[in-house]
């Protein structure tokens, strides 16, 4: 039974197939088409296509696995494989997911600058303050 790994990031995924692979990860990026770096500088948002050359090179790795960490990285070829049609749903529910999270990071950015500001203008005030004062 393959040992189920869940690791953080895609990046650290395509890291473990590297190993799994006995390759470096400039090998895979070329294998996938992409640039030498690819893999090293992979973020969440990667394509179908992509997910598409990886099953393609390596059937064997199991893509559920690839999009969301979770179960085993090989996938066991007496069970019946995933239908692509279901994981590429997966997927977009993850992209979705990653959306919505990017879009509240946003937001919560915006209101730390805003409390920013408003500490920067309270302490100018209080500056003001203190200066008139020192000059009475």
Known sequence: MEKELNTGT?????????????????????DLGMSRD???????????????????????????????????????NNLEK???????????????KNNTLMEEKNELMQEVLKLKTEVVELMRKQLEK???QATI
């Open 38 to 76: 690819y893999i090293r500088t992979i973020r969440e948002n990667y394509s179908v296509d992509l997910l598409r050359k990886i099953n393609g090179i390596y059937p064997d790795i199991n893509l559920m696995w690839l999009i969301t960490g979770d179960g085993p990285m090989v996938v066991d």
């Open 10 to 30: 895609i990046r650290e995924r395509m890291k473990q197939i590297c190993i799994l692979k006995g390759i470096t990860a400039n090998k895979l990026s070329l």
């Open 82 to 96: 995933m239908d692509f049609h279901k994981l590429m749903n997966l997927y977009l529910q993850e992209c979705e």
């Open 130 to 132: 203190y200066e008139s």
